[in-house]
Every structure is written in structure tokens, then in C-alpha cells.
């Protein structure tokens, strides 16, 4: 994710709240990264390893076509000798279906309790869906 965003890393980084900020410097922490280099992290989009979950989604959201034709999933985000209209509506149900895969995963992740079964579920089987997908 890091290499296929970088050019819009500044962006990212700037349209960020105040919580998600602190969120992504808590996990900086918990990794060990010095945040005293946060200007080299932010140049080189390095921080978006540690953003908080719901911002991966707003990214994949924004990004769409940056995490497909094996840059993070293996699966082709252009289509070829296509019509336009076509081809945006596979493009639309694919992001569907991966964007659906990445707030089941959030979901689980905001529980501070245990969480529904059914939100277990939900969540292991968009894991499996997105590990299966991944780009070699």
C-alpha cells in the first residue's frame, strides 16, 4: 500500500483528523518507530503502515484502483476491449465486494468486548477472501 500511494502520501496524511492522528502515533509507539522522524514517515508515506482501520478503508475508498492489478490484490482493475460501462460496473461491484471485505475487519476491530459471533465470522471470512487475493 505504502509504494501505490506514495505520490498521494502528503494528502493523505493531511486530511487526517486529530484522533486519527493520535491513534497512528499510538501505534507508532507500540512498534517502536522514533515519531521524531514523522516528516521523513510522512514523506515517504511510511506512516500509513500504522493508520487506524477505519482510514485504510477511507483510503482504499479514495484509491480504488491503486490496490488492484497486483499492487495488493492480484485481481485486474482495468478491463480491456471492454465497453466504458461495462467496465465500470465490474469495477464497481469488485470495490464492492473488497470494500464490504475491509469494514467487516473494522467491525471486529472496534469491539472493545467480545465480539458477536457473527461479526467473528463475518470478519475471518473477509480475512481468508483478502489473504487469498494478495498479490505474489
Known amino acids: 500500500m505504502v509504494e501505490n500511494l506514495r505520490d498521494s502520501a502528503y494528502d493523505i496524511f493531511s486530511a487526517m483528523s486529530n484522533q486519527e492522528i493520535k491513534s497512528m502515533i499510538e501505534a507508532m509507539q507500540e512498534h517502536g518507530v522514533d515519531i521524531g522522524d514523522m516528516e521523513k514517515l510522512r514523506e515517504s508515506g511510511q506512516f500509513m503502515l500504522y493508520i487506524p482501520p477505519d482510514l485504510v478503508v477511507a483510503v482504499f475508498n479514495e484509491h480504488t484502483s491503486r490496490?488492484?492489478?497486483?499492487?495488493?490484490?492480484?485481481?485486474?482493475?482495468?478491463?480491456?476491449?471492454?465497453?466504458?460501462?461495462?467496465?465500470?460496473?465490474?469495477?464497481?461491484?469488485?470495490?464492492?465486494?473488497?470494500?464490504?471485505?475491509?469494514?467487516?475487519?473494522?467491525?471486529?476491530?472496534?469491539?472493545?468486548?467480545?465480539?458477536?459471533?457473527?461479526?467473528?465470522?463475518?470478519?475471518?471470512?473477509?480475512?481468508?477472501?483478502?489473504?487469498?487475493?494478495?498479490?505474489?
Not at 490484490?73 to 460496473?89: L, N, Q, R, Y
Not at 465480539?115 to 487469498?132: C, G, N, Q, T
Request: aromatic share 12%.
Open 67 to 136: 490496490f488492484f492489478d497486483g499492487k495488493v490484490w492480484e485481481k485486474p482493475w482495468g478491463i480491456p476491449s471492454v465497453p466504458d460501462e461495462t467496465a465500470h460496473e465490474i469495477q464497481a461491484q469488485t470495490k464492492k465486494i473488497y470494500l464490504n471485505c475491509l469494514e467487516d475487519c473494522t467491525i471486529f476491530l472496534r469491539y472493545q468486548q467480545a465480539p458477536l459471533p457473527i461479526v467473528i465470522h463475518r470478519a475471518r471470512m473477509s480475512i481468508k477472501f483478502l489473504k487469498e487475493k494478495f498479490a505474489k
